[in-house]
């Protein structure tokens, strides 16, 4: 094997090669398949109830379904349903505008940034040579590769008087297209001249983490800088499915790690293979009844408001537990289960 086929296969990969390309890869190719068959959100709220909605119910499957988690964070995990519970309250009732989902829009826009940041992140942290001054050049040029998209997405021309409708996100001038767009060209020459030199000393090209700046450029370019209705459809998707299938495979590795060193769960399964099923059939019951429960109140006043607060105080919870599981230290061999 060759210089050149060997770094392909020992890159720095969130899991590997094969699990990486069929996994991220994968995802994206499905999720633009997806977007020839459906034309319309109505089709779209099924499969976000299917994927995301599931996706949101193993991080509590995580927590409070863990004795020694629940055990030893019980504090946060307490309180911060308690907090969102009062944010989600006052920005329904001490407000005449709707600032409700204006603030989700932003919290999940944060969220999404921080799970795609976080698979370049991982791939880059397993190389083994690196330029100190590397890792500022790739943090920049990965801002703008993800959020740089959003904050574009967020101008004037964009929002209010393009293809977006009023309350998206905040409304930015003008000025930011250029700068973005010129700050992203200047970092990205930056990198691929890091990347050039490296190979020149050691042979090495970084297959792993250029992977997932690509495949996270194209998830964020079209899901935000989406200039027609059909691009809405494929923006959708592919910020949804490589944003739930992923999660789902870490959690799988979790469960089975933590099972191995013995961990106690409140609810337990005599197989691994009945927990993902059971998660998903959990959230779809759930969701359904949210869905439900929230347009047969439509219209009732205080009553929906408390509908609103209800399902946001259930996704706030998730977008902050979300950053927090996955954390180094909150785990007793650190996130040794990412290791294929």
């Known amino acids: 094997m060759n210089n050149l086929s060997k770094s392909f296969f020992e890159s720095g990969w969130v899991f590997d090669l094969k699990t990486d390309l069929v996994l991220f890869g994968s995802c994206t190719l499905i999720a633009l398949l997806f977007g020839f068959y459906f034309d319309s959100f109505s089709d779209f709220v099924f499969a976000y109830v299917l994927l995301d909605q599931s996706h949101i119910y193993t991080t509590y499957f995580f927590t409070y379904n863990s004795k020694r988690f629940s055990k ?3 504090k946060i995990l307490i309180g911060t349903p308690i907090f969102f519970l009062i944010l989600s309250s006052i920005l ?3 407000s005449d505008k709707n600032y409700l989902p204006f603030f989700g829009g932003i919290y999940a826009f ?17 190389e083994k040579k690196k330029f100190v001054f590397e890792k500022h050049v790739e943090k920049v040029l990965l801002f703008l590769s993800i959020a740089g998209p959003g904050l574009i997405s967020m101008v004037y021309y964009v929002g209010r008087d393009g293809w977006r409708g009023p309350g998206d996100l905040p409304i930015l001038p003008d000025v930011v297209i250029p700068i973005v767009s010129y ?8 990198y691929l001249l890091i990347q050039i030199r490296k190979y020149q000393l050691y042979k090495i090209i970084s297959w792993g ?5 690509l495949n996270s450029l194209l998830i964020w370019v079209i899901f935000r800088l989406e200039p027609f209705k059909k691009a809405q459809i494929y923006g959708l998707f592919l910020l ?6 992923p999660y789902f495979y870490i959690g799988i590795r979790y469960i089975k790690n933590r099972i191995d060193k013995e961990e106690e769960f409140y609810i337990s399964f005599p197989s691994k293979k009945l927990i993902m099923p059971f998660v998903y059939i959990v959230a779809v019951l759930i969701t359904c009844g949210e869905l439900i429960y929230g347009q047969a109140l439509q219209g009732l006043g205080d009553t929906y408001k408390i509908a609103s607060i209800t399902i946001y105080t259930g996704v706030f919870t998730h977008f902050f537990l979300d950053g927090f599981v996955w954390k180094y230290k909150y785990h007793p061999e650190g996130l040794d289960f990412l290791k294929p």
């Open 110 to 126: 944060i969220h999404f940034y921080k799970q795609q940041n976080a698979w370049f992140m991982i791939a880059s942290s397993k």
């Open 240 to 245: 949804l499915v490589p944003h739930a299938f």
């Open 72 to 74: 030893k964070y019980k």
């Open 183 to 190: 700050s992203w060209i200047v970092f990205f020459v930056f």
């Open 92 to 94: 329904v009732h001490f």
């Open 209 to 213: 983490k250029h992977f997932h700046l």
